[in-house]
């Protein structure tokens, strides 16, 4: 770093020892050239001396326009484009956020019936287990029943026959107590 700044110290006194000596008189060779631009300037069709400066700066002036009007337009083309991509990016985010929505609603509508069919089933499982059992009791209810009947139709066999017995036991009663006598 040492080494720059008496670089700097130089340069301040060349521009000084510059600024400080008249200027001095174009040499040969760079009158040719600004004559050679000049004849140029004029076969386009502009006067050499007075627009000079002008010319050139007009040149420029009418590049830089062109050139800025170009820049706009693939600009604005090419916010155009972008703002008409992301619209429509938007619009199909949209949509697809109502389809997911509708497959959502619709997914819970489904699982509400699958789990109503679900509970139906297990009532009817529930049901056909009750149903079972309460066959199987009404087919014992019904052993049972046709057992006692079997068993009353016995016991009426069972009463007649202890009736008989008694009407002859007493029947015997009075063979036996008139033959005593």
Do not use: C, W
């Amino acid at each position: 770093m040492s080494s720059y700044y008496p670089r700097t110290k130089d340069l301040t006194r060349t521009r000084k020892s510059l600024s400080d000596s008249p200027p001095s008189s174009p040499s040969p060779t760079a009158k040719n050239f600004r004559h050679d631009r000049v004849s140029r300037l004029d076969s386009s069709g502009a006067d050499g001396t007075a627009d000079k400066p002008l010319g050139r700066t007009s040149s420029y002036t009418r590049r830089e326009t062109r050139l800025a009007a170009l820049n706009r337009q693939a600009e604005d083309s090419g916010t155009k484009d972008y703002k008409k991509m992301y619209e429509d990016a938007l619009h199909e985010n949209e949509k697809l956020k109502s389809r997911l929505q509708d497959s959502k609603q619709e997914l819970a509508k489904i699982r509400s019936q699958l789990d109503k069919v679900t509970q139906k089933q297990d009532r009817i499982s529930e049901r056909s287990t009750v149903l079972e059992s309460e066959k199987r009791e009404k087919q014992a209810l019904e052993k049972r029943v046709s057992n006692m009947e079997e068993e009353l139709k016995v016991l009426t066999e069972l009463k007649s026959d202890n009736q008989r017995l008694k009407d002859e036991n007493g029947a015997l009663i009075r063979v036996i107590s008139k033959l005593s006598k």
